[in-house]
């Protein structure tokens, strides 16, 4: 049974086994223009999610209204009630002329228990870390630190939004063995952002990928049987990536329009495109990048090269 929706838009979820959260044809609008339409997500305990899509494709955006952050001008958001969420944004601000520790960060936003903060930075690998100041950190150790402290609020559901920025590939890897790790242990579900339009985390069971709206969602393909991945990743690393082979029927021109299936080009994406299911390549989203318009054949490349 679900509550009424409540004065923000946000629906309570009461019962235990709906999704942690829910969006229903949600989207943000400002300005007169749709940062994203039209989008359905759920994610239940114990499942990992990822958003795809490029640079303002609306993935921040809709992860913020699936917490409630952001409230939707159309459409619907659910969470499951008091829910504990464990969040890593994009940015954080931190004022870098202060002395502040990795222990102290801990507890810089939110009450924690000590205990809980502990176990978060062993998990983490950080432990070692805690007097360190922050400042002199790694981007993979900050990300590890960003990390633990979402873990210490024992959340039921865990938002990263891009946690592997500035970390490089083994890193990378390593991180998101560690975000298997933490599923593994807790139960939590997960919702992932990345910007890499093929390679996401080998243990995600759902790949959204946006564009203003779902262009395409699909189960992401293993690579850990393949030679070729191993030879181009490593053992290791083809174990924890997968591919992810899109499915559109349109394609995003470079100057914000929308070319269809059927020749014509609209203005901007319908809210009921997408939605498909299945895995096969034939289609390109075309954007505007500094050498012409080549945006995700040119990211294949370029992980391939890695
Ligand atoms: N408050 C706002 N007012 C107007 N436009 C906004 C606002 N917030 C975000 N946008 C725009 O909405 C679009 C989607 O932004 P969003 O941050 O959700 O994208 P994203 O897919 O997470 O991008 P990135 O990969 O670059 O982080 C962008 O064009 C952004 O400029």
């Not at 001008?73 to 504990?84: I, K, Q, Y």
């Not at 990795?102 to 930075?121: E, I, K, P, S, Y």
């Not at 630190?145 to 970390?167: F, I, S, Y």
């Not at 299911?277 to 012409?292: F, N």
């Amino acid at each position: 049974m679900r509550s009424s929706c409540d004065l923000d838009g946000v629906a309570i979820v009461a019962q235990d086994t709906d999704p942690l959260i829910t969006l229903s044809r949600a989207g943000v609008e400002r300005a007169g223009r749709w940062l994203v339409r039209g989008v359905d997500l759920a994610v239940q305990p114990g499942e990992i999610v990822t958003l795809i899509g490029p640079n303002g494709s609306g993935k921040s955006t809709t992860a913020k209204m699936a917490l409630g952050i952001l409230k939707p001008d159309e459409g619907t958001s659910a969470r499951r009630r008091d829910l504990v969420v464990g969040y890593v944004p994009q940015k954080v601000s931190i004022d870098w002329t202060l002395p502040l520790t990795v222990a102290r960060f801990m507890h810089l936003t939110g009450r924690v228990d000590q205990a809980d903060a502990d176990a978060a930075m062993k998990q983490t690998g950080i432990h070692d870390l805690r007097s360190a100041e922050v400042r002199t950190l790694s981007g993979g150790e900050f990300q590890r630190v960003l990390l633990a402290r979402a873990m210490a609020r024992k959340p039921d559901l865990l938002v990263l939004d891009e946690p592997v920025q500035g970390v490089d590939f083994s890193g990378e890897i390593a991180l998101y063995e560690m975000i298997k790790g933490i599923r593994d242990d807790i139960g939590c579900g997960i919702l992932l952002i990345s910007h890499d339009l093929h390679v996401v985390m080998a243990a995600t069971d759902r790949v959204l990928c946006l564009n203003g709206h779902i262009c395409c969602q699909g189960t992401p393909t293993a690579v850990a049987s393949s030679v070729e991945y191993q030879t181009l990743f490593g053992k290791r690393a083809a174990a924890t990536l997968a591919v992810y082979e899109h499915d559109h029927d349109h394609t995003h021109l470079p100057d914000g329009r929308v070319r269809h299936s059927d020749g014509t080009v609209t203005d901007s994406c319908h809210p009921q495109d997408g939605h498909h299911h299945g895995h096969h390549h034939g289609h390109v989203h075309t954007l505007p990048t500094a050498e012409g318009v080549d945006g995700i054949e040119r990211e294949r490349e370029t992980h391939h090269a890695r």
